[in-house]
């Protein structure tokens, strides 16, 4: 009797590890699918435009230093040597003033949609210019506002610049050799040597892909954006100081002064330069969400066959090997219609396809396998209660640790208690009796058919 059982449940384990291996390779499947979801983002990034980072504006003054010295030459005679130096003062914004809106939209590759927004900003400021100190003969370039973006294939038109309420124009190029690159100038004609004070605003129009990026160049920085986006990311060195997200959009605004960053000192020093982000992420993954639905896939598989396990034990019906390989394919190919369903329609409506279409196979297939239907229709409540709980937990991420815990403890505790009063050795032997064939019918006329006389 107890070899019987070992037997049943050694079968059982086999049966569950196959199923399991499928649920890795429909994982298997859905990774696959990501990746090519991110392949396809980055398609549209290189058609379209990338993420967006904007650093700047500073202004640069490129300046050559003569300095002489006499140092000795042949025969003791004094030689006049010069030493030209290129170098390049810069001047940080006293005040960076950022606002701008951000219009999301969809583009799509094939099954695949990827966000892409445009911003429509307004750059303002003033520096106060410094003089850097110098020694001997010093020869002024022209100087320029330097700043960069992180794809200019973006740019919209021809950005509206003004210095000093003067017009300037916007071209292509930075220098090199101010420890970051920056690759857009606004050249300052005619005004190379500055003194006192330079205000500047520019109107800029940028397409990118997702990510849009703010680096706080200034002494003191402002930035506002707004969206109609309803699930922005916030990220970077620096969060909001005020927020506001709804289904109608985000508003949101930084408030960072450079004694809080050092992104001035990793603008000359050439290292990564501190940003505020925000990402336009999408409401729902269907991927992300899909992988996770096949972490609880286990779960299905080992409350189901328990479930078998204890109707045997406790009905004295059987079930063979092979239906219970049945009803986990069956389980096993909801997480492969859902993701299938998701390319196509919303995550919640592809989740409620996939799961009536299981559950509604799995009832009336186990209406026969258990001979009767209220059987088959009590398991498939079962798993519609399943599922249910766990779309529940996909969609509360937040929470998902606490509610499965309390899944589980929930599950362990019916178990126990329905099975409180069971004898496992009498259980264990009556299914043995169940299992065993009956006795073939003894063939007419042998035996009881002699006369005795």
Known sequence: MNKTMALKLLVTGLVMGVILIVLSMVNGAITDRQQYRDDALKSIGASYAGAQTIVGPVLVRPYTQTTVTFEDGDEGAKKRVEHVEKLTATSFPRVLDVRGRLKPNQLRHGLYSVTVYEYVGHLSGGMEIVQPETKGTVEWGEPYLALSVGDVRGIVGTPAVMVNGAPEVM????????????????PLHGRKELSGKLEFAIDLTLNGTEM??????????????SSAWPSPLFAGKFLPRNRTVSRDGFTASWDVSSLATGTQVQMVSAKPIDTMDVSLLTPIDPYKLSDRATKYGI?????????????????????HPVQYLLVGFGLAIFFLLLVSFSEHIAFALAYMIASV??????????????RAVARGVGFGA????????????????DNALILGSLLLFAVLAAVMVVTRKVDWYKAGGELLKAAAPAPSPMPVGEGAGKIVG
């Open 212 to 225: 849009f990026s703010m680096a706080p160049v200034g002494d003191s920085n402002h930035v506002e954006l």
């Open 357 to 370: 279409a299981c559950i509604g196979l799995l009832t009336f297939y186990l209406s026969y396998v258990l």
């Open 382 to 397: 079962m798993l519609a209660t399943l599922y249910a709980a766990v779309y529940g937990l996909l969609i509360s991420e």
């Open 171 to 186: 071209v292509q190029g930075g220098e090199a050799g101010l420890g970051w690159q920056p690759n857009l100038r606004i």
């Open 299 to 319: 779960l299905f598989v080992v409350l189901t066959f328990g479930g078998f396990f204890l109707f045997e034990m406790l009905k004295e019906l059987p079930i």
